[in-house]
């Protein structure tokens, strides 16, 4: 199933794909999301290309009926966002790939990281979100939609988090 998001986060677009390559990030996804654990690991630099490869465990509370049955109470996101060196005002694109581990979900989907403004950028988000159980998957997807969304949704609180406290 097809998924478009697109965030508005309260910083340049350098200084975005330099929050990304964080531990302080990390924790603060952690804090946002209610993840129970967050890790990440860098490879690269963000002044360039760079990978960024993050583990959270959430509680599926929250996860769609039809779907908490797949997973416990407790669930292993594994994301992997892949950027680009930037252009010279600061945008990349990249790719992103999430798999909720032990189940067969997942998201594969594309990622551009623009400015907006001095201070601002936006990161747009195409994806197919898929869950591959006979008969029930489309049903799944459906379900996982709003959910999914509502994850990559907290990534704009995260950010703004990250730049109050860079502030300080």
């Known amino acids: 199933m097809k998924l478009r998001e697109t965030l508005t986060l309260p ?39 760079f990978t ?8 599926t509370d929250k996860v769609p009926d039809i779907a908490r049955r797949f997973v416990g109470s407790s669930v292993t996101i594994k994301e992997e966002q892949s950027w680009s060196a930037p252009e010279p005002d600061g945008s990349r694109n990249g790719t992103m790939e999430l798999e909720v581990a032990g189940t067969p979900a997942g998201m594969k989907g594309s990622l551009r990281l623009a400015p907006t403004g001095e201070l601002t950028s ?8 898929l869950a ?14 709003p959910y999914v969304s509502k994850v990559l949704r907290a990534e704009e609180k995260s950010a703004a988090t990250y730049a109050d406290r860079s502030d300080d």
């Open 11 to 49: 910083l340049s677009a350098r200084t975005a794909a330099t929050m990304y390559a964080t531990e302080e990030y990390t924790a603060i996804r952690r804090e946002t999301l209610g993840a129970t654990n967050a890790s990440s690991q860098v490879d690269g630099d963000p002044t360039g290309a």
């Open 52 to 59: 960024v490869r993050t583990e959270l465990m959430m509680p």
């Open 122 to 129: 936006t990161v747009d988000i195409e994806g197919d979100l």
């Open 132 to 145: 591959k159980v006979p008969l029930l998957g489309p049903r799944l997807e459906k379900a996982a939609v």
